[in-house]
Nanobody, 121 residues
């Protein structure tokens, strides 16, 4: 069993900041990558930022320069620092991991339940 605990979502004014955290636990042998995706009402889910266990990152152009992703491999945790937030950043943010199971290897994808981020103008 794998669990992802997402935290840090909430309501913030435009120009403000939020910090999202995602902690993975369960029968995990190794996590190759952790990242954040988001889905706004009526829109497709899109990648926000992802980071590998080695530190390589991919960040969406729409948030580049405003969002920063970091990870703590020892704690199986990924953080997303979101600065200069805009109303168009409003969405449900989902944590996703690419991991190897301790029981069945893999790799496999696993998604969190999502945390709401709302940016007011």
């Amino acid at each position: 069993q794998v669990q992802l605990v997402e935290s840090g979502g909430g309501l913030v004014q435009a120009g403000g900041s939020l910090r999202l955290s995602c902690a993975a636990s369960g029968s995990i042998f190794r996590i190759n990558a952790m990242g954040w995706y988001r889905q706004a009402p009526g829109k497709q889910r899109e990648l926000v930022a992802v980071i590998s266990s080695g530190g390589s990152t991919n960040i969406a152009d729409s948030v580049k320069g405003r969002f920063t992703i970091a990870r703590d491999n020892a704690k199986n945790t990924v953080n997303l620092q979101m600065d200069s937030l805009k109303p168009e950043d409003t969405a449900v943010y989902y944590c996703k991991i690419l991991y190897y199971s301790a029981l069945t290897y893999g790799p496999y994808d696993y998604w969190g339940q999502g945390t709401q981020v709302t940016v007011s103008s």
